[in-house]
């Protein structure tokens, strides 16, 4: 499609391994495929992919660009020495270079990944357990609630995927994100909340952690109050990151806050 459009074609490769893992999984034709060798098709179609390495490249920090086309290259060259630093390190400290050639292969070694999404599937399964509704299939990095769902008492206007977050943070001091109607105004995307696991951090006790955390939360949904935005930043689009909310009533755990 790319080709006919004469359009660039970008992919944000950020998790690739994991794609490539449910690649493997769910078409016959790559069943027994190396994860290495779908990524490797994959990306093989892409005029460039973007990579942030906090994600499949396993590292704490950093990123980079990679592409085919030689003026491409030449352009993003500038961008880099002007914004980032020197294309041979791209404003990261070696450390973290050598971090991220280690975990790019890492990533892609399949005890690796299947670990991973089974680790995100036992969290999404034991909230299907729960009667939590979750998006399913679930995703290879996290699941998402459907907070809209959950506190159907909650109207949008009071941001049910933020009331959610707090009430799990109060229970279980588990962290989640909104990425609902505050996240995404003037959409009609459902008020997910997403769960993410970062990578080699939990065991199953941490996932069963959250996920009884979640169904405590559920246990007792019907006193979960909504938000209210207090004080929200000027330029609109910063509002998801820096916006503060108070509950509309005190959260039921803690009494007033
Ligand atoms: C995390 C993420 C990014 C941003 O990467 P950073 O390294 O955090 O800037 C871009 N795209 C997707 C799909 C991501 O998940």
């Known amino acids: 499609m790319a080709d006919e459009a004469d359009a660039t074609f970008v992919?944000?490769?950020?998790?690739?391994?994991?794609?490539?893992?449910?690649?493997?999984?769910?078409?016959?034709?790559?069943?027994?495929?190396?994860?290495?060798?779908?990524?490797?098709?994959?990306?093989?179609?892409?005029?460039?992919?973007?990579?942030?390495?906090?994600?499949?490249?396993?590292?704490?920090?950093?990123?980079?660009?990679?592409?085919?086309?030689?003026?491409?290259?030449?352009?993003?060259?500038?961008?880099?020495i002007l914004y980032e630093g020197f294309p041979t390190y791209g404003g990261l400290a070696g450390r973290d270079l050598e971090a991220m050639a280690v975990g790019l292969r890492e990533a892609v070694e399949r005890r690796y990944v299947t670990d991973r999404l089974e680790g995100v599937a036992a969290l999404g399964r034991r909230l299907v357990e729960a009667g939590v509704p979750v998006y399913q299939p679930f995703g290879g990095h996290a699941v998402y609630v459907d907070a809209g769902r959950f506190l159907p008492q909650v109207d949008a206007?009071?941001?049910?995927?933020?009331?959610?977050?707090?009430?799990?943070?109060?229970?279980?001091?588990?962290?989640?994100?909104?990425?609902?109607?505050?996240?995404?105004?003037?959409?009609?995307?459902?008020?997910?909340?997403?769960?993410?696991?970062?990578?080699?951090?939990?065991?199953?006790?941490?996932?069963?952690?959250?996920?009884?955390?979640?169904?405590?939360?559920?246990?007792?949904?019907?006193?979960?109050?909504?938000?209210a935005v207090v004080s929200e930043p000027p330029t609109p689009e910063l509002r998801h990151f820096q916006a503060e909310l108070a509950p509309s009533e005190p959260m039921s755990r803690f009494g007033e806050t």
């Open 11 to 80: 992919i944000d490769a950020c998790r690739f391994a994991e794609n490539a893992a449910f690649v493997g999984a769910r078409e016959a034709e790559f069943a027994d495929a190396d994860v290495a060798e779908i990524a490797r098709e994959q990306l093989s179609y892409a005029d460039a992919i973007t990579m942030s390495g906090k994600k499949d490249a396993l590292t704490n920090v950093g990123g980079f660009v990679a592409c085919r086309d030689d003026d491409l290259f030449e352009r993003c060259k500038e961008r880099a």
């Open 157 to 227: 206007e009071a941001f049910p995927g933020q009331s959610l977050v707090c009430e799990c943070y109060l229970e279980g001091a588990v962290r989640a994100v909104e990425l609902g109607s505050f996240a995404f105004p003037d959409t009609d995307r459902p008020e997910l909340v997403r769960l993410a696991l970062p990578r080699r951090s939990y065991g199953l006790e941490h996932i069963e952690h959250v996920a009884d955390t979640v169904a405590a939360v559920h246990e007792r949904r019907a006193d979960v109050p909504g938000m």
